[in-house]
């Protein structure tokens, strides 16, 4: 069975934001949100390391919950993570950010950190949160990175999914990596974006090899300081970090895309066509994706952005209203909410 393209959702950006980077750079850096009070937990890994939940009520209350898996670096304030935040405390629904190792202002206690292919840890946190409230009906969301950790576990388990997981979405996930890494790589990608994720992964790495003198086996502190590319820093570091022969090992097998046609419960892939990490023509098909997945493919909207309303006020509800109607729906008698 071949699932037509769902019609794109009536998104059309601002008049006063234009183009691909402002679609992308002005939510994340400068629109206005909402700060929700929030729980932390924290939580000590299989491997004895340790992470941070951030909720808006104790882990254990049952309510509907939306889990949100963070992109590259991200946070729960980040600009989406705030809105979603906020959309799930109006519905009456629990919320949680689960930080990935380092994130969340947690520092690593082993020489490893996370990746866009770390389908293990999102294996453990979902797992962990059915525990906690077994029959709680739990959403999933991802964005970018997240995003695509969180496609590639849905995959790989099929229909091994717990039956508490109800539904997904994931926001702007670079499926194929390859893709992704080339786009990051080139002209202004190279010199905002990838200077701006690195600004923070290096100290980290550096903090990293501070603590772990074994790590000097393989990593030199010069050669990180002077790394200007994702790509670098992906083949230097994340790769041999995390058990990967190089970058187009680790790009090759932490990408989503392949395992897209085994996910068995309602999932939304949400990604904008000018999306300036991602590029179109690397977006999945009707024939390589499974029933349960809908594509939703809008012109516009940037990278994890999609800001509706004026810059000035906190009018951004496209993206919650999107997820609202994919994820509604499947929970029962929920309306949207109004704004």
Same mark, same amino acid.
């Given at each position: 069975?071949?699932?037509?393209?769902?019609?794109? =959702?009536? /998104?059309?950006?601002?008049?006063?934001?234009?183009?691909? &980077?402002?679609?992308?750079?002005?939510?994340?850096?400068?629109?206005?949100?909402?700060?929700?009070?929030?729980?932390?937990?924290?939580?000590?890994?299989?491997?004895?390391?340790?992470?941070?939940?951030?909720?808006?009520?104790?882990?254990?209350?049952?309510?509907?919950?939306?889990?949100?898996? &963070?992109?590259?670096?991200?946070?729960?304030?980040?600009?989406?993570?705030?809105?979603?935040?906020?959309?799930?405390?109006?519905?009456?629904?629990?919320?949680?950010?689960?930080?990935?190792?380092? +994130?969340?202002? *947690?520092?690593?206690? $082993?020489?490893?950190?996370? &990746?866009?292919?770390?389908?293990?840890?999102?294996?453990? *946190?979902?797992?962990?949160?059915?525990?906690?409230?077994?029959?709680?009906?739990?959403?999933?969301?991802?964005?970018?990175?997240?995003?695509?950790?969180?496609?590639?576990? $849905?995959?790989?388990?099929?229909?091994?999914? =717990?039956?508490?997981?109800?539904?997904?979405?994931?926001?702007?996930?670079?499926?194929?990596?390859?893709?992704?890494?080339? +786009?990051?790589? !080139?002209?202004?990608?190279?010199?905002?974006?990838?200077?701006?994720?690195?600004?923070?992964?290096?100290?980290?790495?550096?903090?990293?090899? !501070?603590?772990?003198?074994?790590?000097?086996?393989?990593? !030199?502190?010069?050669?990180?300081?002077?790394?200007?590319?994702?790509?670098?820093?992906?083949? /230097?570091?994340?790769? =041999?970090?995390?058990?990967?022969?190089?970058?187009?090992?680790?790009?090759?097998?932490?990408?989503?895309? =392949?395992?897209?046609?085994?996910?068995?419960?309602?999932?939304?892939?949400?990604?904008?066509?000018?999306?300036?990490?991602?590029?179109?023509?690397?977006?999945?098909?009707?024939?390589?994706?499974?029933?349960?997945?809908?594509?939703?493919?809008?012109?516009?909207?940037? &990278?994890?952005?999609?800001?509706?309303?004026?810059?000035?006020?906190?009018?951004?509800?496209?993206?919650?209203? +999107?997820? $609202?109607?994919?994820?509604?729906?499947?929970?029962?008698? $929920?309306?949207?909410?109004?704004?």
């Amino acid at each position: 069975m071949v699932q037509a393209l769902a019609p794109a =959702p009536s /998104y059309r950006a601002p008049r006063w934001l234009r183009g691909s &980077h402002a679609q992308t750079i002005i939510p994340a850096l400068w629109a206005r949100r909402p700060r929700p009070t929030l729980v932390r937990t924290l939580w000590t890994t299989p491997d004895q390391d340790r992470i941070a939940l951030d909720s808006l009520y104790p882990l254990d209350d049952t309510r509907p919950m939306l889990v949100l898996f &963070h992109g590259l670096e991200g946070s729960s304030r980040s600009n989406y993570a705030a809105h979603l935040l906020q959309m799930a405390a109006r519905q009456g629904w629990q919320a949680v950010v689960p930080h990935f190792r380092g +994130c969340g202002g *947690i520092d690593n206690l $082993l020489p490893r950190a996370y &990746h866009a292919g770390d389908s293990a840890e999102i294996d453990w *946190i979902v797992r962990r949160l059915v525990t906690l409230a077994p029959t709680r009906p739990i959403l999933l969301s991802g964005v970018s990175l997240g995003a695509n950790a969180m496609l590639k576990w $849905l995959g790989e388990q099929g229909a091994a999914v =717990p039956s508490s997981v109800r539904a997904a979405a994931a926001i702007s996930a670079p499926m194929d990596l390859g893709a992704a890494g080339a +786009c990051l790589d !080139q002209g202004i990608n190279r010199h905002f974006y990838a200077r701006e994720f690195l600004r923070t992964l290096k100290p980290k790495v550096l903090l990293a090899l !501070q603590r772990h003198p074994q790590l000097a086996a393989w990593l !030199q502190a010069g050669r990180i300081q002077q790394m200007r590319t994702l790509k670098a820093f992906d083949d /230097y570091v994340t790769a =041999p970090m995390h058990g990967f022969a190089g970058v187009e090992d680790y790009w090759r097998r932490a990408s989503s895309k =392949p395992l897209l046609p085994q996910i068995t419960i309602p999932t939304l892939l949400l990604n904008a066509r000018n999306d300036p990490f991602i590029p179109a023509n690397s977006l999945p098909a009707a024939d390589e994706v499974s029933p349960a997945v809908k594509r939703l493919f809008p012109q516009q909207g940037g &990278h994890a952005g999609f800001l509706s309303g004026s810059l000035f006020h906190d009018h951004n509800n496209w993206l919650p209203h +999107c997820l $609202l109607a994919h994820f509604g729906p499947l929970l029962g008698s $929920l309306s949207l909410e109004r704004g």
